[in-house]
């Protein structure tokens, strides 16, 4: 009965690589984020979707493209990785006026 | 544009005093205010939000909150630490704008509970 999930919960990598990391929900919310949270614990805002539809693109670079096949779901898809790209990326729904998080997905890029 | 700053990166308490959180907000329109609060390898869990109703703010795990107008403040408090508090707490801000809501969060304070 998870509210959000995401796979995988670990992704070791090598530089050059694509991944992608999926994300679900069953809140039956229209509104689904990814965050990015640094070495240094620092949350950051990448996207936003409502409905299937972006609505918040955080300048975020063009290797990184979310994609939404229903508002169920939100994945998010890394070409060409980078070192500075390792991280946990955390997905979230929105409903009741609060955001509600995954468990997170810690990638490394070696 | 909104901000929030948690003053202190570290806090420690003993087990069984008062915990308090700081949390200070820079918003131009009326705000929304959450705690999340981060156990190591683990996703954000909502601890409580105020949205522009009661200004005290009860959460789970006895924690609570106080929207403070006129100290642009929303501080964190639990009268008595309990071990399992040791985290790292996040306090954010978000203004009501349907679909184009986006959590601005603070640094983090990371709580130790001294035995």
């Known amino acids: 009965d998870t509210a959000v999930s995401q796979t995988p919960k670990y992704l070791v990598t090598q530089m050059g690589n694509d991944k992608s990391i999926k994300c679900e929900q069953n809140l039956g919310h229209d509104t689904m984020y990814w965050y990015k949270q640094d070495s240094k614990k620092f949350l950051k805002i990448m996207f936003s979707y409502n409905n299937k539809e972006l609505i918040i693109n955080e300048t975020v670079p063009n290797r990184f493209s979310p994609k939404s096949p229903d508002k169920a779901h939100l994945n998010l898809h890394i070409n060409s990785l980078e070192l500075g790209d390792s991280a946990v990326y955390f997905c979230a729904s929105r409903g009741d006026r609060a955001q509600y998080f995954g468990p997170g997905t810690r990638l490394t890029v070696t | 544009a909104q901000s929030v700053t948690q003053l202190g990166s570290h806090v420690s308490v003993s087990e069984g005093a008062l915990v308090l959180l700081r949390c200070n907000y820079s918003s131009s329109v009326p705000p929304y205010l959450f705690w999340y609060v981060q156990y190591p390898n683990q996703g954000l869990q909502l601890l409580l939000k105020?949205?522009?109703?009661?200004?005290l703010v009860k959460g789970i795990n006895g924690f609570e909150a106080e929207f403070k107008k006129s100290e642009t403040s929303f501080h964190l408090t639990k009268p008595s630490a309990h071990m399992s508090d040791a985290a790292e707490y996040f306090c954010?801000?978000?203004?009501?704008?349907?679909?184009?809501?986006?959590?601005?969060f603070g640094t983090g304070t990371r709580l130790t509970i001294i035995p």
């Open positions: 954010a801000v978000t203004s009501p704008n349907f679909g184009n809501e986006k959590l601005t």
């Open positions: 105020y949205t522009s109703a009661a200004t």
